[in-house]
């Protein structure tokens, strides 16, 4: 049976105690709060719960709960206070001191069982839930540490930092593709499809990791196979038609192929995501020869890329208060974004049958 400390100087009430609970539970009692810490510190982790009278000589209930707030038993051990007041600034202080319930005198042998056993058992599960949440984060620990350290080993081989350069090379080679696309379409047409370019190479511990979690190798056979976005490009516009538009040009070029295309613009994933993403095979030059790289080139709105970085943040960071809230409103955002979006380019529709 689970053990219990009942605490309190008058003898009649520790008996009653006693006769109610002792066919559930294994009990030791004290009369005063000095006698109460010496039993709790030859039995701090048998004891299930501690059962605590305010008023008593020589070391009040306070007292108690100070000196096991001073140890740590606070987190080990539920306190409920057994007490005649209804004050409630004494029931404020004992909660803001960490005690778990009350039980009132005069004793309801019902009300004492089930206050006590719903007590325990919630302290248990709390406590287990962050023994859980520890082992967790411990795991979590042990694998940044496996990444960290297999990342070190990609960077310092030859082979691995030749690929990369060779991605940094697609990458460029496809910024010079639309760069010149925009050229073009600012001297031709007095505009420009886009208003910037961002880039990105994928480090090695998100190759790393990626890799593992999917089960794949983590060999360069197995980046070049099986990792799409280890080269990454976006590409910033102004209006969704843009979007499609530079996307066409660009796949268009006879020495780009297209590899996979996925429009969550106008397939929006459930979060309110939007954007175009293209997987292509973009050749680049070097004194072996040409050879085919992948790279991946995403296409937002202005609107739609401000949404997309709340929204990472939002991913990544710990401890956010009210997050499926801040989710929702971040649906209701994405869909006026589209709605916007749209206005807009109609908007500049207008303006630019005016100018004809």
């Known amino acids: ?68 707030r001073k140890k740590g038993w606070m987190h080990k051990i539920p306190v409920l206070i057994i007490s005649g007041e209804y004050s409630v600034e004494v029931e404020n202080k004992c909660f803001e001191l960490g005690v778990s319930d009350f039980i009132r005198k005069p004793f309801v042998s019902s009300i004492v069982k089930n206050r006590l056993k719903n007590t325990i058992d919630l302290f248990v599960s709390k406590n287990q839930l962050e023994m859980k949440v520890e082992e967790q984060e411990e795991t979590l620990k042990r694998q940044d540490e496996i990444i960290r350290i297999q990342a070190e080993k990609l960077r310092e081989t030859k082979f691995f930092n030749k690929m990369m350069m060779e991605y940094r090379f697609a990458i460029m080679e ?19 499809p886009f208003e910037s370019i961002k880039s990105r190479l994928k480090t090695p511990e998100s190759i790393y990791e990626k890799l593992e ?20 490009v976006r590409v910033i516009c102004s209006f969704p038609d843009d979007i499609y538009r530079l996307a066409r040009l660009l796949t268009m070029q006879d020495d780009i192929i297209l590899l996979r295309e996925k429009d969550y613009i106008k397939n929006p994933k459930p979060n309110g995501y939007r954007s175009l993403h293209l997987i292509v095979s973009v050749p680049i030059f070097l004194s072996s020869g040409k050879k085919n790289m992948k790279v991946e080139v995403q296409f937002r709105t202005i609107a739609m890329d401000f949404w997309a970085s709340l929204e990472h943040k939002l991913k990544y960071k710990k401890d956010v208060d009210e997050t499926d809230e801040i989710v929702g409103q971040l649906k209701v955002c994405a869909d006026s974004i589209e709605t916007l979006d749209y206005q807009m380019q109609e908007i500049r529709n207008r303006i630019d049958r005016t100018k004809k």
């Open 1 to 68: 049976m689970q053990r219990i400390l009942v605490v309190d100087d008058a003898e009649v009430n520790r008996n009653l105690l006693y006769n109610i609970l002792e066919d559930d539970y294994t009990i030791d009692m004290a009369e005063n709060g000095e006698l109460a810490l010496q039993k709790l510190e030859e039995r701090q982790n048998e004891t299930a719960a501690l059962l605590l009278d305010l008023r008593m000589p020589k070391m009040d209930g306070f007292a108690v709960i100070a000196e096991m």
């Open 174 to 192: 496809i910024e010079t593709r639309l760069k010149a696309l925009n050229g073009e379409f600012s001297q031709e047409y007095n505009r420009n």
């Open 213 to 232: 979690r999917k089960g794949h190798p983590v060999t360069l056979e197995g980046i070049t196979e099986y990792l799409t976005d280890v080269a990454g």
